[in-house]
Each structure stands twice: as C-alpha cells, then as structure tokens.
C-alpha cells in the first residue's frame, strides 16, 4: 500500500538559509510524486512532481526534489528562503492503478522563516 | 485559463443540517476529486468522478455523497451534519487517470 511520511512537523530557518523537508513514500510500483504548498486561507498549490522521467526536479518559485528510490526519498529543497516561503508543504504520492486515481498525502511541514 | 473554483468559500451549519458544496474544474478536465481536509485528520480522499461517474470512493459514512455534471461540473453533499464534519473541503481537477491535480481555494464548513 502506497504511504507518505514527513519527518518534521514544523521547521524553522533564517532568511537565506536552505530549506530542506523531508518525505519518504513507500509504493509498491514505481510511484508518482507531487509537492504542494498551502498558504492560510486557501487551497493546494502545486509545486513539483516526479513522474519517472528525470531523479531531479524543478519546480516553482525555486524550489527542487530528488527522487532517490534506494532511500524511498523525496525531499524538497530551496537554497536560500524567502519570507514568502513561510507556509504548509505537503508532500504526496498518487495511487492510480486498479481504477484509482487519487492523492495519498504526509501529514505536512509547516515552515517559518524568520528575519 | 481559469482555474477550479468552488463555491461557496464558507459556510456555517448547525448540526443535523445538510450541506451542498459545489466546484468548476479546469475547462477540459473531465475527473474531479473530492478531499477533506482537518487538524487532527490532515488531507483525505472522499471520491472522484470522472464522467458523471463514481469511479472510486473514500472510507467515509454514507452521509457523503457526490455527483457530477455532463459540464463536469461536481457537488459534493453532506447530510445529517456532524461537529466533525466541520473541516476545509478541497476540489481538484485532472484531465484523467494518473495526472496531475489542480486544487481550488476549498469550501470551509463549520458546524455548531
């Protein structure tokens, strides 16, 4: 069965620091991998997504993720933050064998940035 | 092009009541998902339509339902409300199986 798991409920960082969360999936088929990002108040933001083709992902506002299958990994990473960063990241994988097509997501890592 | 909207962005309910939450998907996209999302429970598939179908569904109560228009619009209905049901409901649309999920802003129902 496909699972998501997000180490680190809240992280915190300076301005201009690296971000770096962490999502490990366990799939039993080669999986499909998504980020999204949520501000307050509202919905779902894609970010990236990893469907078997390059390991190394770029995605919007500088974010980029690694897929790496010995380590069941997909972190998420940013070289420098931004206080616009400050929001939930959720990281998902998609079920969509069997008549299925739907989103199995982390509990989430919400990042602060602070001046 | 526009993206999927829901409406409408809040609601308030008394227990006991139903609820009617509605959501525009991507022109073009033909599958529409349902997810709930909550603090204690975080982000959970209801169902998906694609079609005016129900191709599958979420471990939830009966009292969730939904269904889909020939304009692929969708509503999801609740009925019966219960406190727990209070939660930020979210739509995403998809072209169909295996692509990616674009998400409304989500409907925020809150039951007293």
């Known amino acids: 069965a496909q699972s998501v798991t997000q180490l680190g409920s809240h992280v915190s960082v300076s301005e201009g620091a690296l971000v770096l969360l962490r999502c490990n999936y366990s799939?039993?088929?080669?999986?499909?991998l998504f980020w999204y990002v949520q501000y307050p108040n509202q919905g779902l933001q894609l970010l990236l997504k990893?469907?078997?083709?390059?390991?190394l992902v770029k995605g919007i506002n500088g974010f980029e993720a690694e897929f790496k299958k010995s380590e069941t990994s997909f972190h998420l990473t940013k070289p420098s933050a931004h206080m616009s960063d400050a929001a939930e990241y959720f990281c998902?994988?998609?079920?969509?064998?069997?008549?299925?097509?739907?989103?199995?997501f982390g509990a989430g890592t919400r990042l602060a940035v602070h001046p | 092009k526009a993206g999927v909207t829901q409406t409408p962005r809040y609601l308030i309910k008394t227990r006991g009541q139903q609820v009617t939450l509605s959501c525009s998907p991507i022109?073009?996209?033909?599958?529409v998902s349902w997810y709930q999302q909550t603090p204690g429970q975080g982000l959970q598939f209801l169902f998906e339509?694609?079609?005016?179908?129900?191709?599958n569904k979420g471990n939830f109560p009966g009292r969730f339902s939904g269904r889909q228009f020939s304009n692929s619009r969708s509503e999801m209905n609740v009925s019966t409300l219960e406190l727990g049901d209070s939660a930020l409901y979210l739509c995403?649309?998809?072209?169909?199986?295996?692509?990616?999920?674009?998400f409304g802003p989500g409907t925020r129902l809150t039951v007293l």
């Open positions: 995403a649309s998809s072209l169909g199986q295996g692509d990616t999920q674009y």
């Open positions: 799939s039993s088929v080669p999986p499909y």
């Open positions: 990893y469907t078997s083709a390059a390991t």
């Open positions: 998902a994988v998609m079920l969509f064998s069997g008549g299925y097509n739907k989103l199995i």
């Open positions: 022109s073009g996209h033909r599958s």
């Open positions: 339509y694609f079609s005016e179908t129900q191709r």
